[in-house]
């Protein structure tokens, strides 16, 4: 086996407000995500080569989307390419840039996919390229500081110099440039002037996630056919329609996001357990910004072991995803 050299850092390019341009110079709302090049972008960094530490930079665009259109096949690919660079021992870390819309989601995607050893940093930006002052350039540097680091590991997220775990980033505003939070866990670390210093540990459920085997991983990548599972939130008023109409449409998982501690509007909650009791998969998490819903003796509804809605959605295509893959293998 090759010896590791730690002598590369890979950046892929996937869109997103980072290489948004807007027409009217400072326009900071209405501007189209992911227009330039990961390559330019980059190119147009002055102080990135200083920031590589000597480390040879190679870029790839995988895509180039804005995150709210973000695809299965795009998530198989970004997994695919992660595979194939970070098996490359010559490699020391990854930075994806990525839109903040759904990069959440993403990272607890290839987190729970790749289990790396080695750092995944998704980064971003809540300006376009073309803004007045772009946040983007700082971010990805910081995001090289990160994945430079020898206390960097696994997939973690960083933005206005906030490193955030995989399972806890979340985002929380849709305008502010520190747009991300941990929620009630706190942020993994900050970098600061190209030096992280690290304020938490990445949480030992992640370290234990059960990593998947290559074959498995090579059959999430290909598969065409991915299990569809929907998010149901409980609100004042809600119903059990929305849940019987997908069950009757074939849906195979469902995650509902609850209000409080797990609790469900009584017509939406016996829908639900119709819906389990016909063997679609279900799940309770809470809709609340921080904390976890906590089990107790009783409970009809399994909870989502800390997952917000999107990520107990994410954990739930791949568990379904996975009993196909043993199913077919
Ligand atoms: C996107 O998620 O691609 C657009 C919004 C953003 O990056 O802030």
Redesign the pocket.
């Given at each position: 086996m090759a010896l590791a050299d730690n002598s590369k850092i890979v950046i892929l390019g996937t869109?997103?407000?980072?290489a948004g341009t807007s027409t009217k110079v400072g326009d900071n709302i209405g501007y189209s995500?992911?227009q330039v090049g990961v390559a330019q972008l980059l190119g147009a960094i002055e102080a990135l080569p200083a920031a590589l530490r000597g480390r040879e930079l190679l870029t790839e665009q995988v895509d180039q989307v804005?995150?709210?259109d973000m695809s299965f096949g795009l998530w198989q690919r970004l997994a695919a390419r992660c595979a194939h660079w970070l098996a490359d021992a010559s490699v020391q870390g990854i930075v994806i840039t990525h839109?903040?819309?759904?990069l959440e989601e993403t990272a607890w995607f290839l987190q729970s996919v790749l289990q790396p050893g080695k750092p995944v940093v998704l980064t971003?930006?809540?300006r376009p390229a073309t803004a007045l002052a772009p946040d983007g350039p700082q971010n990805i540097l910081d995001a090289v500081a990160v994945a430079l680091d020898p206390g960097a590991q696994g997939v973690v997220a960083v933005c206005a110099g906030v490193v955030h775990s995989a399972r806890d980033v979340r985002k929380d505003h849709p305008y502010r440039l520190d747009a991300f939070g941990s929620g009630d866990s706190g942020p993994l670390g900050f970098v600061e002037e190209n030096s992280v210093r690290w304020v938490n540990h990445v949480r030992k459920d992640d370290l234990s996630l059960e990593k998947w085997p290559q074959p498995a991983i090579e059959n999430i990548v290909k598969s065409g056919s991915w299990p569809r599972v929907e998010i149901v939130m409980n609100y004042a008023g809600a119903s059990g329609t929305t849940v019987d109409l997908l069950v009757r449409d074939g849906v195979q998982g469902l995650v509902a996001a609850c209000t409080g501690n797990g609790s469900l509007h009584q017509d939406l909650e016996a829908a639900l357990i119709r819906a389990q009791a016909a063997g679609v998969k279900v799940v309770r998490a809470t809709r609340c910004a921080q904390g976890r819903v906590l089990p107790k003796p009783g409970d009809l509804i399994g909870d989502s072991n800390g997952l917000s809605p999107v990520k107990a959605r994410v954990a739930m295509i791949l568990a379904l995803l996975g009993a196909q893959t043993a199913r077919t293998a």
């Open positions: 869109g997103g407000t980072v995500a992911a804005d995150s709210k839109g903040t819309d759904t971003c930006a809540m």
